[in-house]
């Protein structure tokens, strides 16, 4: 999987099913519907809803059943864009109650007037220079206005620190990322990470997250009755035809043999 970059602000029908979240995020849906999984919990995105991605962070989208298109605003609110605006304003961070990976905000009644005075100013899907900062900063008024604790979130610029690496990995192992990439949410060098692994699973992080998804996929066929089809991108592999391939390595039968399809 390749880490999706995200622009400053825009509006586009359709997102990267899966990535890593460098910056913080803001996304207000329009139209349509998606879930969000985290590795720890699920949420639906509804019309009206504002949510906050937290930077560091692992998210998986999946679109919401239904013919709508989903159409969403969206702004990245980048470290140095924050470090700018918290000096103009002069505020200090405040303590946000909640590890959660992405919050719901409380509504507010200058969101919605928000995000419709933001299309006038989209070129091909994105706000056009020298709007976007201005509209930038205009939200990120509106949501301290309306939860100035959130301020705990935005003007903390501090890098993961070291966590409990078990607890981690058996909660994320399902995200198609890179092991360097694990290695820093852990707050570990690569080397550290490395060593560390080996302490608590007794494997090599490569073989362990493909034994992990194989073991979890064998479960969710034999046991679930799910088809191959319906869990392999879910399970962190990148083609049907590699899970495939795995699967029958470890277990001496393809997915759709057990499945009996």
């Known amino acids: 999987m390749s880490e999706a970059k995200t622009r400053t602000a825009y509006i586009e029908p359709e997102i990267s099913p899966e990535q890593f979240v460098p910056d913080h ?9 998606i879930s969000c999984y985290d590795g720890n919990k699920s949420r639906t995105l509804n019309p009206g809803d504002s949510y906050l991605f937290r930077k560091n962070s ?12 989903w159409e969403k605003a969206i702004f990245s609110l980048e470290e140095p864009f924050l470090k700018k605006f918290q000096e ?31 299309k006038p ?15 930038q900063e205009e939200l990120l008024l509106i949501l301290l206005q309306n939860q100035p604790e959130l301020g705990g979130i935005f003007f903390d610029y501090g890098i993961p620190e070291k966590i409990n690496l078990e607890e981690f990995m058996n909660r994320n192992y399902k995200f198609n990322v890179s092991i ?16 560390d692994f080996k302490e608590t ?3 090599t992080p490569n073989r362990w997250l493909v034994q992990k998804r194989l073991q979890e996929s064998h479960f969710l066929i034999e046991k679930k009755h799910k088809k191959p089809s319906e869990i392999y991108l879910d399970l962190g592999f990148e083609s049907l ?21």
């Open 25 to 33: 995020v803001f996304l207000y849906t329009i139209k349509g519907g």
């Open 58 to 69: 692992l998210i998986r989208y999946n679109k919401a059943k239904g013919e709508t298109p």
């Open 88 to 118: 103009k304003h002069q505020l200090k961070a405040t303590k946000f109650n909640t590890a959660d990976s992405f919050i719901k905000l409380k509504p507010s009644g200058l969101m919605p007037e928000f995000i419709r005075s933001l």
């Open 121 to 135: 100013y989209y070129d091909h899907g994105k706000i056009a220079e020298p709007f976007a900062g201005v509209k």
């Open 180 to 195: 360097e990439r694990f290695a820093y949410l852990t707050g570990r060098s690569l080397s550290a990470f490395k060593r």
């Open 201 to 203: 699973f007794n494997e």
């Open 241 to 261: 035809s590699h899970f495939s391939f795995a699967f029958k390595k470890l277990f001496g039968l393809t997915p759709t043999e057990l499945s009996g399809s």
